[in-house]
């Protein structure tokens, strides 16, 4: 079935670091892939998104690329800030409108 | 902005009770669903309906229901709580339009069975 399988967390990095967090997915058809971020007390805010092979979706300093050749859609942020820890989702979406998350994946910024 | 309005933040209810989650959003989208939550899972869905009085199962609907007499109303129904159920509850929203449309997420409902 159609999955995606993220980085594992938790991530703790210091202010101004580089982040990355890995995505990979399996779909039968060309899904749209979706970051979504939660940050503490609140529901998911979609971050960015990229719905065709080469895409790249971009939000608040983070980008993203659609690879279809790794089918990958890793985030990743020169320079973060303690305002960006939160938990962050990668999904995908097909035909259906449903969504496939992975697990989810923490961050942690420290100042 | 899309607003999409869970009842309650936080819920303890006893095993054995019949529990009512009541989602609003107010952009008239046809999509709505219900997720849970739990640490190392990510979300999972229940129930999904994307019209009024249409339901079709998740991933996870053992013990729910679901009822959606009005577009902009979906509710989330344990039939008979019990402590598995303690979870995150996510309520989302979304446009028919095309599957690049993103779902608009409820702030949650961390229910605790008892």
């Known amino acids: 079935g159609d999955s995606v399988t993220q980085m594992e967390g938790p991530v703790t990095l210091s202010e101004e670091a580089f982040l990355t967090i890995n995505c990979t997915y399996t779909?039968?058809?060309?899904?749209?892939l979706f970051w979504y971020v939660q940050y503490p007390g609140e529901g998911l805010q979609l971050l960015l998104k990229?719905?065709?092979?080469?895409d790249k979706g971009s939000n608040k300093g983070f980008e993203a690329t659609y690879r279809k050749e790794t089918t990958s859609f890793h985030l990743e942020k020169g320079s973060v800030q303690v305002s960006d820890s939160a938990v962050y989702f990668c999904a995908l979406s097909l035909n259906d409108y449903k969504l496939s998350f992975g697990a989810g994946t923490t961050v942690t910024v420290r100042a | 902005d899309v607003k999409v309005t869970q009842s309650s933040r936080y819920l303890v209810k006893r095993t054995g009770e019949k529990v009512f989650l009541e989602c609003v959003q107010d952009m008239d989208h046809e999509n709505m669903f219900w997720y849970r939550q739990d640490p190392g899972l990510g979300l999972r869905l229940i129930y999904f309906?994307?019209?009024?009085?249409?339901?079709e199962k998740g991933d996870i609907p053992e013990g729910y229901s679901v009822s959606r007499e009005k577009k902009e109303r979906f509710s989330l129904i344990l039939e008979s709580a019990s402590t598995n159920q303690t979870s995150m509850y996510l309520c989302a929203s979304s446009t028919r339009t095309g599957s690049w449309q993103p779902q608009h997420f409820g702030d949650g409902t961390r229910l605790s069975i008892l």
């Open positions: 779909a039968t058809g060309y899904p749209s």
């Open positions: 309906s994307y019209d009024v009085k249409m339901k």
């Open positions: 990229a719905t065709k092979a080469d």
